[in-house]
């Protein structure tokens, strides 16, 4: 089946810190991956997304790359703001399909 | 990007009584809504797909005549949890997507409903 499995929170970092998120996911077929951001109060919002191999996806000072070899899709900023303090999915969908399988969510808080 | 409202944020109510929570489509007509459930440091799961005017599709073990989806019109669709009881306490989530556009889901704040 498909799945994903998140590095466990709560993450707590000090502002301008190197943050990775990891992400690993096992799937039929070749899904689309993508890293969805929830801040306090808010919905879910799409962060950045690849859609097959090799690809990186990026906003907001963030990145990630489809691993196809590892299975992974890590996130990682280079220097974390207060404004950053969320949590975050990685999820994944089965191109053409729009059901989202999610990874549990990780907590980031960063302090100034 | 699109707005996805849920409505209530938070309800508390009795074992045994039911709870309506909505989801609206707030600046664009949402074809098919999508609802999921969290429970505390999970990962969302889909309960169920609606698509507007016709029945929704059940993911497996989610009891249909539990959790009541109506998708009447293209801005909103309801959840019903019907006799409530308190494992039924969660947080659920809806997303949706429109016609065209790039398929994106947009979701909603979440609505946490707590059974006594």
């Known amino acids: 089946g498909n799945s994903v499995t998140q590095m466990e929170g709560p993450v707590t970092l000090s502002e301008e810190a190197f943050l990775t998120i990891n992400c690993t996911y096992t799937a039929t077929g070749y899904p689309s991956l993508f890293w969805y951001v929830q801040y306090p109060g808010e919905g879910l919002q799409l962060l950045l997304k690849?859609?097959?191999?090799?690809d990186k996806g990026s906003n907001k000072g963030f990145e990630a790359t489809y691993r196809k070899e590892t299975t992974s899709f890590h996130l990682e900023k280079g220097s974390v703001q207060v404004s950053d303090s969320a949590v975050y999915f990685c999820?994944?969908?089965?191109?053409?399909?729009?059901?989202?399988?999610f990874g549990q969510g990780t907590r980031l808080t960063i302090n100034p | 990007g699109a707005v996805v409202s849920q409505h209530p944020s938070w309800v508390i109510c009795k074992s045994g009584t039911s709870v309506k929570i909505e989801c609206r489509s707030l600046?664009?007509?949402?074809?098919?809504m999508f609802w999921y459930r969290q429970f505390p440091k999970q990962s969302l799961m889909l309960m169920a797909t609606s698509n507007e005017g016709s029945k929704a599709t059940y993911e497996q073990g989610v009891e249909k005549d539990k959790f009541l989806i109506n998708h009447a019109s293209l801005t909103l669709s309801t959840l019903t949890v019907t006799s409530a009881h308190p494992e039924d306490s969660s947080f659920y989530i809806c997303?949706?997507?429109?016609?065209?556009?790039?398929?994106?889901?947009?979701f909603g704040e979440g609505s946490r409903l707590t059974v006594l």
């Open positions: 997303s949706a997507t429109g016609q065209g556009g790039t398929g994106e889901l947009f």
């Open positions: 600046d664009f007509q949402a074809t098919t």
């Open positions: 690849a859609t097959k191999a090799d």
């Open positions: 999820a994944l969908n089965i191109q053409g399909a729009q059901k989202l399988v």
